[in-house]
């Protein structure tokens, strides 16, 4: 039976689906390696994965981005970023354009090296690597090992046409669409990345393995073989690579029954459900937690405008939430603040759910069947928001001008049934999965010559 690696870059949105897919190849009989780095290890272990140390980037988010230990200029350009997101899409994608090289390609000699180091230790048959690890797909193509790519994100974080970029939204929801100036200047800033992206894969081709061909574009560059999107397939997304075979996972969310939830998140449900109110779930992600302004307001609003009680996920500002003059007397039996929730518990049990636009939260609303409003800030959450209006499962809106009253109000249409393609899309995804998405792999991929 194959021999399978799976590189993933040490972030915990990314990692978590990786894991799980890893899992999946794993039941169906392959021998799976978990490759990132240390703090990692024990999420191998739960998943019943083997680990291998490897490190693909100097950046690292383990579960709330704030409180992960970081390097001082990794520390710095996470500040410079949560900052931009104060300053809307166009201000905020620009930093990140700004960081990008130090964020995704910082290290490309040593993680071919690395690499090479990995490989001769353990032979797989073939890996599966994330995208976003732009080095380690580099070192793979390098190397000639045969290997999967794994989509995060939007699909369109693998670009195909020449006017489609990493980093330029290849939709914009109505509310957060930026002024044609500020279009362009994001249009050339995603080139201008593209452009030395592609030169440094040329670079590192050119010295270390002269006989492979030289990438034609840094970001496009992919496996042959097989690209794993984990995501729906929806009938307006752009085309996917000719030449592999495009898997849409739907989701990677575990097979079977949800995991109960634990004894304590038991009891807040209990106390929050009580006489039959609904419940929403408010959570931004392991990065925007640390807008807690937007996570105040939308807990507001939906405690003055619905009757739902609300779940908040405040990662390192739960003092700032709780203490905030919007929800100071709110009632406790309707308002639960805390570091961390159990997303993928949680959602069966939630009538809605306010997120940021993160693929694994909309996948896992969708998986669920629960609506959501939308608020993106960054990356490719402004596709996705496009598409969750688009599809009929949310409304967006913009995080920097919400209200109690516009989020109330949204959640309370959201409640009355106003998202009504969620059932439908939530029905046809289901069955994918990394199940589905592992028998497909293990089919795809070629054995190792």
């Not at 799976?6 to 021998?31: D, E, K, M, N, Y």
């Not at 080095?135 to 989509?151: E, I, V």
């Amino acid at each position: 039976m194959a021999s399978v690696v799976v590189i993933s870059p040490p972030f915990q949105s990314h990692a978590r689906p990786l894991a799980t897919l890893g899992a999946a190849l794993a039941r169906h009989g392959a021998h799976v390696d978990f490759a990132c780095t240390e703090g990692f290890a024990d999420l191998a272990t739960r998943h019943g994965l083997r680990f291998a140390e490897l490190a693909v980037t100097r950046n690292a988010n383990h579960g709330i981005a704030e409180t992960t230990r970081q390097g001082r200029a990794e520390a710095q350009r996470l500040r410079e970023f949560l900052d931009a997101t104060r300053h809307g899409p166009a201000a905020t994608l620009l930093t990140q354009a700004r960081h990008r090289a130090d964020d995704m390609l910082a290290d490309p000699e040593r993680v071919l090296h690395d690499l090479a180091v990995l490989d001769a230790r353990l032979r797989p048959d073939w890996y599966l690597v994330d995208q976003l690890s732009y080095a380690a797909t580099l070192a793979l193509h390098c190397l000639g090992l045969p290997y999967a790519t794994f989509c995060p994100g939007h699909p369109s974080y693998v670009p195909v046409s020449p006017g489609a970029y990493f980093g330029l939204p290849y939709a914009w929801p109505d509310r957060l669409r930026p002024s044609p100036a500020e279009l362009d200047r994001l249009r050339a800033a995603v080139a201008a990345n593209d452009t030395a992206f592609t030169a440094v894969f040329k670079a590192v081709t050119r010295r270390h393995a002269p006989g492979r061909p030289e990438p034609d574009r840094a970001f496009a560059l992919c496996s042959p073989h097989a690209v794993v999107f984990n995501y729906p397939r929806l009938p307006w997304l752009p085309p996917a690579p000719s030449g592999p075979e495009a898997l849409y996972a739907g989701h990677l969310l575990p097979r079977g029954a949800p995991e109960p939830l634990p004894t304590a998140w038991q009891a807040v449900l209990a106390r929050l459900t009580a006489g039959g109110r609904p419940v929403a779930l408010v959570a931004l992600g392991t990065f925007l937690s640390a807008r807690h302004d937007v996570l105040t307001t939308a807990a507001a609003g939906i405690l003055r405008h619905t009757p739902a009680s609300v779940i908040v996920a405040a990662g390192s500002r739960v003092a700032d939430v709780t203490g905030h003059p919007l929800l100071r007397d709110a009632p406790p039996e309707r308002l639960h603040v805390a570091p961390a929730v159990p997303q993928r518990e949680l959602l069966p049990h939630a009538a809605v759910m306010v997120h940021h636009g993160g693929n694994n939260s909309f996948t896992e609303c969708l998986h669920a069947g629960v609506p959501a409003l939308v608020l993106p800030f960054s990356s490719d959450q402004f596709a996705i928001a496009h598409d969750a209006e688009r599809a009929a499962v949310g409304h967006c809106l913009a995080p920097n001008t919400l209200t109690p009253e516009s989020a109330g109000s949204a959640v309370a249409g959201l409640l009355a049934g106003g998202a009504v393609g969620t059932a439908e899309l939530s029905e046809r995804i289901r069955p994918r999965g990394p199940e589905w998405t592992a028998a497909a792999l293990l089919a795809d991929m070629p054995a190792r010559h």
